[in-house]
Nanobody, 119 residues
């Protein structure tokens, strides 16, 4: 049974930082591209970042480029999202996801962690 468990969300002031973690189990972690997505109330789910299986390739949504950094530790089956210079518009539920298809389609999703940025 595949499980993706996010942690690290919370309430932070604008300009602050948070580091999200996503611990994976039940899958061959190093064989999956990992991604972060977010969804704010009343909005569609938005792509945040993606990292390749070996961590050698990353991509970011335009709204987070230069502020967020995705990384992974295959030995720990964990993917991270370092979020700096947070803005109120970053407020959302953040989800991690695992893809067998290099990010074309995501096969597994976590339950999400709430990030709230106050102004």
């Amino acid at each position: 049974q595949v499980q993706l468990v996010e942690s690290g969300g919370g309430l932070v002031q604008a300009g602050g930082s948070l580091r999200l973690s996503c611990a994976a189990s039940g899958l061959t972690f190093s064989s999956h591209t990992m991604g972060w997505f977010r969804q704010a109330p009343g909005k569609e789910r938005e792509f945040v970042a993606r990292i390749g299986r070996n961590g050698d390739s990353t991509s970011y949504g335009d709204s987070v480029k230069g502020r967020f950094t995705i990384s992974r530790d295959n030995a720990k089956s964990t993917v991270y999202l370092q979020m700096n210079s947070l803005k109120p518009e970053d407020t959302a539920v953040y989800y991690c996801a695992a893809s067998r298809l290099m990010g074309v389609q995501y096969n597994y999703w976590g339950q999400g962690t709430q990030v709230t940025v106050s102004s």
